[in-house]
């Protein structure tokens, strides 16, 4: 989920790609790092995503209100 990731997941994860760039030459080791912590930073964000989602919607009409909120 690209959309709506907070700023806190984005800066970290530019800061290490840029760290990757500046580096002459990077390991795959490295690379590895940067990455998990990316899809760290989109996991967090997407689970906060997901509950601040459930907060905002009725259990009788869950489905109906995720299907629209995607769309």
């Given at each position: 989920?690209?959309?709506?990731?907070?700023?806190?997941?984005?800066?970290?994860?530019?800061?290490?790609?840029?760290?990757?760039?500046?580096?002459?030459?990077?390991?795959p080791?490295?690379?590895?790092?940067?990455?998990?912590?990316?899809?760290?930073?989109?996991?967090?964000?997407?689970?906060?995503f997901?509950?601040?989602?459930?907060?905002?919607?009725?259990?009788?009409?869950?489905?109906?209100?995720?299907?629209r909120?995607?769309?």
């Amino acid at each position: 989920m690209f959309f709506l990731r907070p700023r806190a997941t984005c800066w970290g994860h530019h800061l290490l790609f840029s760290l990757l760039a500046v580096l002459s030459e990077p390991t795959p080791s490295l690379l590895a790092v940067v990455i998990s912590a990316d899809n760290l930073g989109a996991g967090f964000a997407t689970s906060a995503f997901i509950a601040y989602l459930s907060s905002l919607t009725h259990r009788a009409y869950t489905a109906t209100q995720y299907a629209r909120s995607v769309h």
